[in-house]
């Protein structure tokens, strides 16, 4: 989903300390935040850590199937697509990775990435979230069909995990 450009009067702050949401596995850390128009994750995972060890067991997916756009801030880190390619990530790498990857902190320094992920306009109105935690927006009421349309195209895109109308309307609040 393309980025788009914030209203002259959207302003929107939120610290990385005082995230929204804040998972943690043996080996990461994922710091969540929430802004008009846009999710943004810090990820620590500390050596050791690997997305089919670590992550695997609860996503209940051979692969990862989050689609990345993000950049490496320190640390190193590995990814395998399930096409057989391979990347590695240093800090400054800015980087696309597409759902279908396995991935894994390099050496024995913890790695830090920041990922970035559009929620469509930023506005008031309606609100929705795919089980991700990727947040999606809607001016008013009328667009609420556009905000289902939307998370359901994330989720199967991302995640390829159809969700029903009825489940994400389940999940559509007051913005």
Known sequence: MPMTAPTA??????????PDERRTTDHGVL?????PGAT???????????WSTDIKPAAG????????????LSGRFHVRMEDGREIDLSPGDAHVVAP?????VVGDEP???????ATGAPASGKVSRCPCGVEFRVAG???????VAAVQEHARGSHRHDLTT????AQVEDA
């Open 9 to 18: 009067t959207t302003v929107g702050v939120k610290n990385l300390q005082s």
């Open 166 to 169: 009825d489940e994400v309307l």
């Open 100 to 104: 279908g990857h396995d991935a894994w």
């Open 31 to 35: 710091e969540v935040v929430n802004l």
């Open 61 to 72: 997916t051979d692969s990862c199937e989050v689609a990345h756009n993000g950049v490496v």
């Open 111 to 117: 790695c830090v990435i920041l990922d970035f992920a």
């Open 141 to 147: 009421t009328d667009g609420v069909g556009h905000l």
């Open 40 to 50: 943004i994750v810090r990820a620590v995972f500390q050596p050791g850590w690997k």
